[in-house]
Nanobody
Framework: QVQLVESGGGLVQAGDSLRLSCAAS????????MGWFRQAPGKEREFVAA????????YYKDSVKGRFTISRDNAKSTVYLQMNSLKPEDTAVYYC????????????????WGQGTQVTVSS
């Protein structure tokens, strides 16, 4: 079992930055690829970013490339999502998730999920 707890969400203005954190406990954090997903009201959950177990490779949704950066600190069992130049369309509940796959964008391949943290971007 892996427990994931997100933090760092909030209400910001367009153009601002936020850094989300996801702290893991339980089984060995470095055994899992990690991902960030988001779900806006009335929409399906969508992939945002993913990172391999070592942190050596990352992958992003096209609309966040160049603005968001995923990273991890295996010593702290934490994955981060640095979000810059935020836009109103980034408003959503953001979830972190853990997968035994090498690197995946498919939500069904993630085994463990956090409870989510709200990000609201005003125009």
């Amino acid at each position: 079992q892996v427990q994931l707890v997100e933090s760092g969400g909030g209400l910001v203005q367009a153009g601002d930055s936020l850094r989300l954190s996801c702290a893991a406990s339980g089984r060995t954090f470095s055994s899992y690829a990690m991902g960030w997903f988001r779900q806006a009201p009335g929409k399906e959950r969508e992939f945002v970013a993913a990172i391999t177990r070592s942190g050596g490779s990352t992958y992003y949704k096209d609309s966040v490339k160049g603005r968001f950066t995923i990273s991890r600190d295996n010593a702290k069992s934490t994955v981060y999502l640095q979000m810059n130049s935020l836009k109103p369309e980034d408003t959503a509940v953001y979830y972190c998730a853990a997968s035994t796959a090498i690197l995946t964008i498919t939500s069904g391949t993630y085994t463990y999920w956090g409870q989510g943290t709200q990000v609201t971007v005003s125009s």
